[in-house]
């Protein structure tokens, strides 16, 4: 049972990696025994996951990678492969929203700007496929190999004041099953594309909308969103990480072009 779920020497590709919910899955994929590549923008962040996996006798690596910038990108894989030889998994965790594109009592629909949606829908969207291109072509032409995008509860649904955010996770939902696609008839059968889809977690990216910035009680949508989640409570960062190792795993080998939702119930949930 347990050569089902095997990631031992598989080397892991993590984009967004040293960020909250990705940070989580790095320390346990590394605990399983794979060789984990944290790739941040941020390398503060990603040296800090890095340090903690090699604490505890883990193998991982850091790289400042920008996953809308192909050339960075490239370099990224290049310093990868002189560290660990090969490639053969990449999770696609960079990804996030911000206040500018957000509508609020400030801030309606009909003034935000596009600049801050277009960022939106490019860190979400376009950072997914272009880290798809550049670590996918190794694993066409290897004739294997695993993606794995993080869509949202927001790609089922739109979720209100976020409609860039929505649609461009929407978007990495539907590239998600293009790809799967693609890869089996073009490449090789033994790739397989999935998505998480992550229901409501706190971190930095929605803190200033589910939570008070002053008295860190929940705002109104936050209340909301625990009133629309049938276990009643936010997601822990850990709780993702059994669904991915499923997912990344030979247990998961005839599984590909789905989006699982690990979400306390909330897609399923009409609110009635
Ligand atoms: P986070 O902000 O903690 O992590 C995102 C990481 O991406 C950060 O470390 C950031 O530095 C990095 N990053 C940003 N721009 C980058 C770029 N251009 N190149 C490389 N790295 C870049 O956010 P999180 O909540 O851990 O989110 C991780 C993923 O999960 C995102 O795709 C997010 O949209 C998705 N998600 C989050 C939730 C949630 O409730 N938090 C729910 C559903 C989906």
Same mark, same amino acid.
């Given at each position: ?46 040296? +800090? /996951? ?12 850091? &790289? ?35 206040? +500018? ?11 935000? #700007? ?5 960022? &939106? ?12 291109? /550049? ?5 066409? +032409? ?15 649904? #739109? ?21 799967? &696609? ?15 889809? #992550? ?30 989640? #049938? ?7 850990? +709780?993702? &990480? ?12 005839? /599984? ?17």
């Amino acid at each position: 049972m347990s050569d089902l779920f095997k990631l031992q020497d598989k080397t892991i590709v993590i984009t967004g990696g040293g960020g909250v919910l990705c940070s989580a899955m790095a320390v346990a994929l590394a605990k399983a025994g794979a060789r984990i590549a944290i790739l941040d923008l941020d390398e503060v962040a990603a040296a +800090e /996951v890095a340090d903690e996996i090699q604490s505890s006798r883990g193998l991982a690596v850091a &790289v400042k990678c920008d996953v809308l910038n192909k050339e960075s990108l490239e370099s990224a894989k290049e310093e990868i492969n002189s560290v660990f030889g090969k490639i053969d998994i990449l999770i696609n965790g960079a990804g996030g929203n911000k206040k +500018e594109a957000t509508t609020s009592p400030d801030l309606s629909f009909f003034d935000l #700007p596009s600049e801050a949606l277009q960022f &939106v829908f490019n860190l979400n969207f376009i950072g997914t496929l272009l880290p798809s291109q /550049v670590f996918g072509k190794e694993m066409a +032409e290897s004739g294997g190999g695993i993606i794995l995008n993080i869509s949202s509860m927001c790609a089922f649904s #739109p979720l209100t004041k976020i409609p860039g955010y929505s649609a461009a996770k929407a978007a990495v939902s539907n590239f998600t099953q293009w790809l799967a &696609v693609h890869v089996c008839q073009n490449y090789s059968k033994d790739i397989r594309v999935n998505a998480i889809a #992550p229901g409501f977690f706190l971190t930095e990216q929605n803190r200033f909308l589910l939570t008070d910035e002053k008295t860190g009680e929940l705002t109104a949508r936050g209340k909301t969103i625990i009133d629309h989640t #049938p276990m009643g409570r936010f997601g822990q960062p850990e +709780e993702l &990480v059994g669904t991915v190792m499923w997912l990344l795993s030979d247990a998961a080998k005839f /599984v590909t072009g789905i989006v699982v939702p690990i979400d306390g119930g909330f897609s399923a949930f009409s609110g009635v």
